[in-house]
Structure formats: structure tokens, C-alpha cells
């Protein structure tokens, strides 16, 4: 009964290669996001969905292409990975458009490029 | 801009004893605030928050923050450490205000706990 699911956990790639991450909440929340780990543990948003409508879109490469299906997936397609790509990405959600509710977070997904 | 301080990257105490770990923030208006807790290789989970009212804020695991408008501080604390308490601490915060580019959370860069038996 996992409240926030990525898949998968782990995903080792080569460069230049084409991946997607997908994540699904099972706790009727309306907003989903994605958020970047890096190395030093800097937490960053990368997007948000309110309902399938984009509320957050950070600075972060056209590579990165968010895609909610319906408002309990949020999935995460990235093209032509780079090395600085490598981080944890994690998938979050919330009650609400994030302003005072709680985000519920899924265990990550670590994205390793050689 | 809104921005999130948390001037220790780590933070030592010996079990049983208090802990504190700092947070201090710059927001337009009024703030929202959350404490937020990692383990290894897993998630955040949600501690606690300040939306408005009492300053004093109760949350999961015994622990507690103080919110302290005129330092704009937000202090995380446990009035005795538990070794299962050793984790990695963010806080939080976003603006009351709506609108554009309010929505997200901005969060400091963490600081690590290490409760020693």
C-alpha cells in the first residue's frame, strides 16, 4: 500500500541513451512533482502538476519532459542523458496546489550514467 | 526570491541529551514552513509545519519547532535524542502569496544529525 511509486529504483544508462521514470500516488492528492537530488544531498523542484496542468516548470533542460496522464501519474521522460544528469529524482505529492499541505514523498529513483 | 538557511551541515549530540538543529528563512509576506526528515536511500517524510497560529509546533517523533517572526527563524528541536533520530533534517519554505511562481517549496541544503550512543 505504497502512497508515492517510482520505477524503477535504480536505472544505470549510457550517455546519449533515451529513459523514462514513472510515478504514481495512490493518496487522491491533485499535485505532483518532481524534484532533483544531487550528489551533495541540494534538494531542487523540476516540475509541477495541479490536476494534469503544469504549475512548475524550473529552469531545467528541453531534455527533461514531464507527462501526467491523469493526476494520480506524474512521469518523468528525459532525452540524450549527460553525465550531470546522474542524481536521485524524486517524485512527490501533495493535497492542493503545495502551499500548506504536507508533500508525501516516494523513495527515489538513482539514475546513474556511464 | 524566498530562501531557506540551515547554517550546520552537521549537527552531534549524545543520546538523551536536547537536540536543536537551526533554520532561518527570507520570504516575501508571511511564511510556510515545514521541517522534513531522510533516511538513507529513502525519501523525505514530512515532520512538522508552521502555517499560522501558535508559534510553538508539535509533530511526529516527539519532535517540535519554535517559529520566531522578528529572527525569521524556525528551529527544529527534541528534548531527548534518540539514536533513531541520526538522519538528515530539510527545512522549508514558501509564501503565503499566490500567483505565479508561488507554489513551490524552496528547501535548504540539509544538515546532518548524528546521535551518539
Known amino acids: 500500500d505504497t502512497a508515492v511509486s517510482q520505477t524503477p529504483k535504480y536505472l544505470v544508462t549510457q550517455m546519449g541513451n533515451d529513459k523514462s521514470i514513472k510515478c504514481e500516488q495512490n493518496l487522491g492528492h491533485d499535485t505532483m512533482y518532481w524534484y532533483k537530488q544531487d550528489s551533495k544531498k541540494f534538494l531542487k523542484i523540476m516540475f509541477s502538476?495541479?490536476?494534469?496542468?503544469?504549475?512548475i516548470n524550473e529552469t531545467v533542460p528541453n531534455r527533461f519532459s514531464p507527462k501526467s496522464p491523469d493526476k494520480a501519474h506524474l512521469n518523468l521522460h528525459i532525452n540524450s542523458l549527460e553525465l550531470g544528469d546522474s542524481a536521485v529524482y524524486f517524485c512527490a505529492s501533495s493535497r492542493g496546489r503545495g502551499g500548506n499541505q504536507p508533500q508525501h514523498f516516494g523513495d527515489g529513483t538513482r539514475l546513474s550514467i556511464l | 526570491a524566498q530562501s531557506v538557511a540551515q547554517p550546520e551541515d552537521q549537527v552531534n549530540v549524545a543520546e538523551g541529551n536536547p537536540l536543536t538543529v537551526k533554520c532561518t528563512y527570507s520570504v516575501s509576506g508571511n511564511p510556510y514552513l515545514f521541517w522534513y526528515v531522510q533516511y538513507p536511500n529513502r525519501g523525505l517524510q514530512f515532520l512538522l509545519k508552521y502555517i499560522t497560529g501558535d508559534n510553538l509546533v508539535k509533530g511526529s517523533y516527539g519532535f517540535e519547532a519554535e517559529f520566531n517572526k522578528s529572527q525569521t527563524s524556525f528551529h527544529l528541536k527534541k528534548p531527548s535524542a534518540l539514536v533513531s533520530d541520526s538522519a538528515l533534517y530539510f527545512c522549508?519554505?514558501?509564501?503565503?502569496?499566490?500567483?505565479?511562481?508561488?507554489?513551490?517549496?524552496?528547501f535548504g541544503k540539509g544538515t546532518k544529525l548524528s546521535v551518539i550512543p
Open positions: 522549508a519554505v514558501r509564501s503565503s502569496y499566490s500567483g505565479a511562481g508561488s507554489y513551490q517549496l524552496t
Open positions: 502538476y495541479n490536476n494534469k496542468e503544469l504549475i
